[in-house]
């Protein structure tokens, strides 16, 4: 208000004095005199007219007031205010550099100097101000001297304001922001001091300081798009023009590039600071800036790295220098306020993990701080892990050790990754990593891999350019060039291995041909690359994106089966730790995955040469039930060689770890669950594939711990059999697989200990004490076993018996002299070559002589101690074998457990098992054990094996051909000569006709089966043989088929034998050569290989009149029964066992199959009114009654599940019935009325030639009423098929009804019930009964309440 007014008076002033009037004049004056007390004079005076104010009486004189302005004004902007330092001053200020400049060493101290400089201001009027400034160049020019500038300085703030000394630093910094200007070092430093004596403040320095923050901020996004902008350029697939246009473009920016920037102010402020250790206010600038943008400059991280080095010096000469090296010591700053240099680990934490932190990957630019850093985080761990520590320490030291593995990961890590191929800093950091647990470690480095290269542009830069090296390298690996490629891949993965491994492993996956090049080359890695690589390995297995089967959905992945293969290589070859490995497959199975499986096995395969392949050959099979020096030498394909060391750090990472006994469990419950885990969606040959993977790594793994673990070991790991399948739920035939070497140590170390006691050489002493030791060790087991299945199970089976089965091995039984024999030959040839070789050097041949010697020496050694073995386990037998088979309900029955609890589950366990158990059975028979029937044994092995072939995988159905060929190996031999058969046969309970009640002694000869008709039925199963391989080989079914072709080939060397039967098959499989030559390739090539083999073995082949004989003579001396047991498997034509009660629960299955093929049926009744005989389409003469009770009987097996195999049934009908047609066609009758439909089928199906047939139909019209007819039981069931014959052909269905409930009486009016009877190869005549015969219709006194048995008088 008071400045409007005064505003208003001016305006009125300047009018009034214009006008002539002076009352309006004089009106104003007393306006403004009245308002004096609202206006003051002092604003009065500013605005009216001196003349006014002279008037107003507010001054003296006007003249005087504006000559006083004057001189104020010129004073005020005219008058210059500072010294004239050019001319009054210039003395002072030489005297006061003098003084500034003087030698300060001696007693002069900054108070002194600070008087004299007040005494100089004084005297000679110097500006403060510019005392100051002059004051910091003199301290720039000596830095030296700290101690005395910086209290003068701080005793000459307190004469000027507090902002004077920062305005001018800040002027100072301001001077040199020009484009090509550089701020002096001495500058920096000057500051640096002062910011830390705390006389300047840093916000108020740091905004006179260039650049800003938002162009640091922009510069740092600048450099991340360059990077980006790099791996991009990288990654395309440029042309070759185009390629010199970029590289054009690329030297035009960097041309501009050159140019220098001004500097960066904050930079040079923070390397003083750094290099004073004014930590605190270093730590605030790197705040300001984007993360390691600071130390992204090689000079700030030196600054860093240096002052690190001096905070660790104590610390590390305690407890890092190794032994023997002395290293510069590095002394401490001379700075008061410098950070305190630590002494112990906890100190670490404080301060030097935090400047760590801020250093980040740029500690690659001080490797000595790299490798001192390393061997500190090496000595923490070594306390970490000593067990003497308290709690509160063990507390403090976990928080370091979390502490250790961030800056691992933040900056050990990132730091290796730019440094420049430096061998020895990988090596160091090994040292530390290797006492980390490899989870740890492997997650150091997936976050090194995944995360750590996408944190600085440098770093992204650096990805790029390993893989633009790595893809250079591996397009140019070949065998050849392994040893140059391989020092490259050396040198690039001393940096960054995990992106070259990455790279590498995907190459791997798409060429498996890399694998081998890749593995030789990697021999220049150091161990924390070998470690690095396992874990990347690891990764691309458990590759969520992967699929781990080919688009068919039937096999598994190429890439998966490349990694496997790699891993066994590479982990054998190199020291690499297996333990994350094998954790990943055990986690796999937890999960329910088999697949990783794969990985397994090559590992074991390649590590400890144990190999697990369905080819072995019989002499490799020989070979592997002897020694192990014999199995190393005979045994696998490629003889194991160097696999010791590998296989000890397979053991160790398996027993470090605890992981053996689990992954076996886990294989074996994982087995058994493919199926049901894996089975749903996949397809049947996937799941078959998978469940063998399973099945064979878990054989190849139990086989490696049985061969590599000591005694203690094993045992120690190994739960017994019953807690194995009870509490862990393994199935049984895995348990005793696993139990089995643990019984074996047992036995050997109980047996040693009674040696050692009792000093005694006799034989019979040595196999009584090991008699005795087995007692000891096996007794606990037979106990156990009872728990694994019903008491019902040992009224037929003992556990003994049950118990010795599954624990002994092939090794226990025979000794296998011939591979022996062929191995010493062997090597008496190498040594005969050895002499013969006159080039070699004297020496070398001494050497390999004695290695042959040494090693011919150890197999008889072997052999010897082998025997002997043999022997007491043979004397043990003999002594157990009574009780084995107690038979309290039938002796079929009995056979039924055996099979279904011992022979089945274990003869498709291993290939050794499959000949394990045919030589099992054949040991029982030769034993004469009680109650134990051969021939049933071997009748239900042959008879119908359509079921278990088709339950089979590949490899089980393998392991079962290589069964049944070893079975009928044996059988083949008794059937070529009748002196081995009377032999190892005649005598033999085994070979008993008639099956008594338990414990009736039957010294009857006539009970025995002769040798004649143990060729028929051995013909028999032949012919059952063919009829199971014909019915799977036209399911259509895939399983089918691959499984029979896969066990005829496996049993050619002893089927077929018969011509007509080999003809036969060979049209079947021609004809699934034709169908699924385009379908299915894998049958095609199976089919065309068999076929192959087939047609080379014709001339081995023999007719069937001379494989058994049916002459009149013979059939005449040997009439004998023939029936089935209750599996429904086919019984010999000899063999005596009633089974009504079978019959009755099978005739109504019987009567619906025959509902199905009742046209060929008919034909079949028709041929059987005509004719007491006929000749079969595979060459057998038989009734056709005995034909259809032979069908039913063949499918009594399946019983209840009939109705679900009603479909699968029917083709195995159907060919017989057609082929029984086919033998009637030459009988005018009954031939013509179907003669058109079968012509086909004759062509087809018939196995046998017309010639043959002409000629056999022949002998049979010529002997027709001579010949002899077997019968099963007794008479009665011959009575019941010459009835059955009499009946008409509609009426078939009455044939196994009268088999139920029929009784005929006959010869003295003697009362059987009727048994089943099979198809028996001649018709037998009703007067041509022996004595024999009348002997074997004899009342057995000692029948069996649990079965039937023959009842005759005479």
């Given at each position: 208000m008071p400045s409007i007014l005064a505003d208003v008076f001016c305006i009125l002033d300047i009018e009034t004095s214009c006008l002539e009037e002076k009352s309006k004049r004089d009106q104003f004056m007393q306006l403004v005199l009245a308002c004096l007390y609202l206006v003051s004079d002092t604003i009065l005076k500013e605005r009216l007219d001196p003349d006014t104010l002279e008037s107003l009486g507010l001054i003296k004189q006007s003249q005087q007031f504006n000559q006083k302005s004057v001189k104020i004004k010129t004073k005020l902007f005219y008058k210059q205010q500072?010294?004239?330092?050019?001319?009054?001053?210039?003395?002072?200020?030489?005297?006061?550099?003098?003084?500034?400049?003087?030698?300060?060493?001696?007693?002069?101290?900054?108070?002194?100097?600070?008087?004299?400089?007040?005494?100089?201001?004084?005297?000679?009027?110097?500006?403060?101000?510019?005392?100051?400034?002059?004051?910091?160049?003199?301290?720039?020019?000596?830095?030296?001297?700290?101690?005395?500038?910086?209290?003068?300085?701080?005793?000459?703030?307190?004469?000027?304001?507090?902002?004077?000394?920062?305005?001018?630093?800040?002027?100072?910094?301001?001077?040199?922001?020009?484009?090509?200007?550089?701020t002096p070092v001495s500058l920096y430093r000057v500051a640096a001091v002062l910011l830390q004596h705390n006389l300047i403040d840093l916000e108020d320095l740091y905004v006179h300081l260039l650049p800003s923050d938002n162009t640091i901020l922009e510069e740092h996004k600048r450099e991340i798009g360059e990077a980006k902008q790099i791996v991009r350029k990288l990654t395309m697939v440029v042309l070759s023009s185009e390629k010199t246009e970029e590289k054009e473009k690329e030297k035009e920016k960097e041309e501009e590039k050159t140019e220098k920037p001004p500097d960066n102010?904050?930079?040079?402020?923070?390397?003083?600071?750094?290099?004073?250790?004014?930590?605190?206010?270093?730590?605030?600038?790197?705040?300001?800036?984007?993360?390691?943008?600071?130390?992204?400059?090689?000079?700030?991280?030196?600054?860093?790295?240096?002052?690190?080095?001096?905070?660790?010096?104590?610390?590390?000469?305690?407890?890092?220098?190794?032994?023997?090296?002395?290293?510069?010591?590095?002394?401490?700053?001379?700075?008061?306020?410098?950070?305190?240099?630590?002494?112990?680990?906890?100190?670490?934490?404080?301060?030097?993990?935090?400047?760590?932190?801020?250093?980040?990957?740029?500690?690659?630019?001080?490797?000595?701080?790299?490798?001192?850093?390393?061997?500190?985080?090496?000595?923490?761990?070594?306390?970490?892990?000593?067990?003497?520590?308290?709690?509160?320490d063990k507390e403090k030291l976990e928080v370091l050790f979390s502490c250790l593995l961030s800056i691992t990961d933040q900056v050990l890590l990132p730091s290796l990754s730019l440094m420049d191929c430096n061998a020895c800093m990988s090596e160091e950091l090994w040292g530390m990593f290797r006492t980390f647990p490899y989870q740890y470690r492997y997650r150091l480095y997936g976050q090194w891999k995944n995360e750590t290269y996408n944190s600085h542009p440098l770093l992204v830069k650096v990805k790029a350019q390993t893989i633009d090296r790595a893809k250079y390298i591996m397009k140019r690996l070949t065998k050849e060039n392994v040893k140059p490629s391989g020092r490259q891949i050396g040198k690039l993965s001393h940096s960054n291995p995990t992106i070259l491994f990455d790279y590498i492993l995907s190459q791997i996956q798409k060429y498996d041909n890399l694998i081998t090049p890749v593995v030789d080359s990697l021999k220049y890695l150091t161990s924390l690359n070998y470690d690095v690589l396992a874990y990347c390995i690891i990764e691309a297995l458990a590759n969520p994106e992967k699929e781990r089967m080919k688009l068919d959905d039937t096999t598994i992945s190429s890439w998966l089966q490349s990694l496997a293969s790699f891993c066994g290589a590479v982990f054998r070859k190199y020291p690499i730790e297996l333990a994350g490995l094998l954790q990943y497959v055990a986690n796999q199975l937890k999960a329910g995955k088999s697949f990783d499986l794969l990985i397994l096995k090559e590992v074991v395969q390649k590590m400890a040469g144990i190999e697990i392949t369905e080819e072995m050959t019989m002499e490799q099979l020989e070979a592997m039930t002897g020694g192990e020096q014999l199995k190393a030498e005979g045994g696998y394909f490629g003889q194991i060689r160097n696999t010791k060391k590998s296989s000890q750090r397979l053991k160790d990472a398996l027993l470090?770890?605890?992981?053996?006994?689990?992954?076996?469990?886990?294989?074996?419950?994982?087995?058994?669950?493919?199926?049901?885990?894996?089975?749903?969606?996949?397809?049947?040959?996937?799941?078959?594939?998978?469940?063998?993977?399973?099945?064979?790594?878990?054989?190849?793994?139990?086989?490696?711990?049985?061969?590599?673990?000591?005694?203690?070991?094993?045992?120690?790991?190994?739960?017994?059999?019953?807690?194995?399948?009870?509490?862990?739920?393994?199935?049984?035939?895995?348990?005793?697989?696993?139990?089995?070497?643990?019984?074996?140590?047992?036995?050997?170390?109980?047996?040693?200990?009674?040696?050692?006691?009792?000093?005694?050489?006799?034989?019979?002493?040595?196999?009584?004490?090991?008699?005795?030791?087995?007692?000891?060790?096996?007794?606990?087991?037979?106990?156990?076993?009872?728990?694994?299945?019903?008491?019902?199970?040992?009224?037929?089976?003992?556990?003994?018996f049950y118990a010795t089965f599954w624990s002994l091995t092939m090794y226990d039984l025979a000794v296998p002299h011939t591979s022996y024999e062929r191995e010493v030959t062997k090597l008496r040839v190498q040594m005969k070559a050895i002499d013969d070789n006159q080039e070699m050097p004297p020496n070398k041949k001494k050497k390999e002589k004695e290695r042959c010697t040494a090693l011919q020496d150890k197999l008889l050694e072997e052999e010897k101690k082998q025997s002997e073995h043999v022997q007491r386990v043979l004397q043990r037998l003999k002594l157990e074998k009574d009780n084995w088979l107690l038979a309290k309900s039938t002796k079929n029955e009995t056979i039924t457990k055996f099979l279904q609890l011992c022979i089945f589950p274990r003869c498709i366990f291993s290939a050794i098992d499959a000949v394990y158990c045919a030589r099992f059975v054949e040991l029982v028979h030769q034993q004469k054990t009680?109650?134990?029937?051969?021939?049933?044994?071997?009748?239900?092995?042959?008879?119908?094996?359509?079921?278990?072939?088709?339950?089979?995988?590949?490899?089980?159905?393998?392991?079962?051909?290589?069964?049944?060929?070893?079975?009928?190996?044996?059988?083949?031999?008794?059937?070529?000569d009748r002196t081995i058969y009377e032999k190892e046969c005649g005598n033999y309970p085994g070979f008993l006709t008639i099956l008594r009640a338990t414990g009736f002694d039957s010294g009857n000869k006539a009970d025995q089966l002769d040798y004649e008709n143990f060729r028929h039925v051995v013909h028999k199963w032949h012919y059952k043989l063919t009829k199971a391989s014909v019915h799977c080989l036209e399911t259509g079914e895939y399983t089918h088929i691959r499984n029979i072709l896969i066990v005829l080939t496996k049993i050619l060397p002893w089927y077929p034998k018969v011509v007509n039967l080999g003809q036969a098959l060979e049209r079947r499989v021609h004809k699934i050569c034709q169908e699924e030559k385009e379908k299915r390739p894998d049958l095609y090539a199976l089919a065309m290989g068999y076929s192959g083999q087939l047609k080379s073995r014709k001339h081995c082949m023999v007719p069937e009149n001379d494989f058994h004989h049916k002459d009149q003579s013979t059939r005449n001396a040997a009439p004998t029964t023939l029936q089935n047991g209750p599996s429904g498997a086919g019984l010999p034509p000899s063999l005596t066992i009633n089974a009504a009660k079978l019959e009755e629960s099978t005739a109504e299955d019987t009567d619906k199959l025959k509902e199905k093929s009742q046209g060929a049926v008919k034909v079949i009744n028709k041929a059987a009114n005509t004719t007491p005989k006929v000749t079969t389409s595979n060459g057998n003469s038989a009734s056709n009654s005995s034909k259809v009770i032979k069908e039913k009987e063949d499918k009594e097996k399946c019983g209840k599940e009939k109705e679900k195999e009603k479909k699968e049934k029917m083709p195995a009908a159907t060919p017989e019935a057609k082929m029984l047609g086919k033998d009637g066609k030459d009988k005018p009758k009954e031939e013509r009325t179907n003669k058109e439909d079968k012509a086909r089928d004759t062509k087809e199906k018939t196995p046998k030639s017309d010639k043959e047939k002409e000629k056999t139909k022949r002998e049979e019209k010529s002997s027709k009423d001579e010949k002899s007819k077997i019968i099963v039981t007794n008479a009665e069931s011959k009575s019941t098929i010459e009835k059955e014959r009499e009946k008409e052909p509609s009426r078939e269905r009455d044939v196994t009804k009268d088999m139920k409930t029929k009784e005929n009486i006959r010869g003295g009016g003697e009362k059987t019930p009727v048994a089943g009877s099979l198809k028996s190869p001649v018709p037998r005549s009703e007067t041509s009964d022996t004595e024999r015969e009348q002997k074997r219709r004899k009342v057995d006194t000692h029948c069996s309440p649990s079965h039937s048995s023959t009842v005759k008088k005479e």
């Open positions: 500072k010294f004239n330092l050019l001319r009054e001053e210039n003395e002072g200020y030489a005297k006061l550099i003098a003084e500034l400049g003087q030698d300060l060493s001696g007693n002069i101290t900054s108070d002194l100097i600070l008087e004299n400089i007040k005494s100089l201001i004084g005297c000679f009027n110097l500006d403060p101000n510019r005392v100051l400034d002059i004051i910091l160049e003199v301290y720039e020019c000596r830095p030296e001297y700290d101690e005395f500038f910086v209290p003068l300085i701080e005793s000459y703030m307190y004469m000027c304001e507090p902002q004077t000394l920062c305005h001018i630093l800040g002027f100072k910094f301001k001077f040199y922001q020009e484009p090509n200007g550089e102010q904050k930079l040079g402020l923070l390397e003083a600071m750094l290099k004073i250790g004014d930590w605190q206010h270093a730590q605030s600038i790197m705040d300001q800036m984007p993360p390691f943008y600071a130390t992204s400059h090689k000079s700030i991280a030196v600054a860093l790295c240096q002052l690190l080095h001096v905070m660790i010096e104590p610390l590390y000469r305690r407890v890092g220098v190794p032994k023997g090296a002395k290293g510069t010591p590095v002394p401490p700053l001379q700075n008061k306020r410098a950070p305190k240099q630590v002494e112990n680990f906890e100190d670490l934490r404080k301060e030097v993990f935090n400047m760590l932190c801020y250093l980040g990957p740029h500690l690659s630019h001080d490797p000595i701080l790299f490798a001192k850093v390393v061997r500190l985080g090496k000595a923490f761990m070594k306390e970490y892990q000593s067990d003497g520590n308290k709690q509160e470090d770890h605890d992981l053996a006994l689990p992954l076996c469990l886990l294989m074996a419950q994982q087995r058994n669950g493919v199926i049901f885990q894996e089975g749903e969606e996949k397809h049947l040959k996937l799941v078959g594939k998978l469940y063998d993977q399973c099945h064979d790594t878990l054989v190849q793994f139990g086989g490696f711990l049985a061969s590599n673990l000591s005694t203690e070991d094993y045992i120690k790991r190994v739960p017994s059999i019953d807690v194995l399948c009870n509490e862990f739920h393994t199935p049984h035939d895995a348990a005793f697989f696993l139990s089995r070497p643990m019984y074996a140590h047992h036995i050997s170390s109980k047996y040693d200990e009674l040696k050692k006691a009792e000093k005694g050489n006799k034989q019979q002493q040595k196999v009584h004490k090991y008699i005795t030791s087995c007692e000891l060790v096996m007794a606990p087991v037979h106990d156990a076993v009872i728990s694994l299945h019903l008491p019902k199970v040992w009224d037929d089976i003992s556990p003994q009680p109650n134990f029937s051969t021939l049933l044994c071997y009748d239900r092995v042959f008879s119908d094996i359509i079921y278990t072939v088709a339950s089979c995988t590949e490899n089980e159905a393998s392991r079962y051909g290589r069964f049944l060929c070893c079975m009928l190996d044996t059988v083949t031999r008794w059937h070529s």
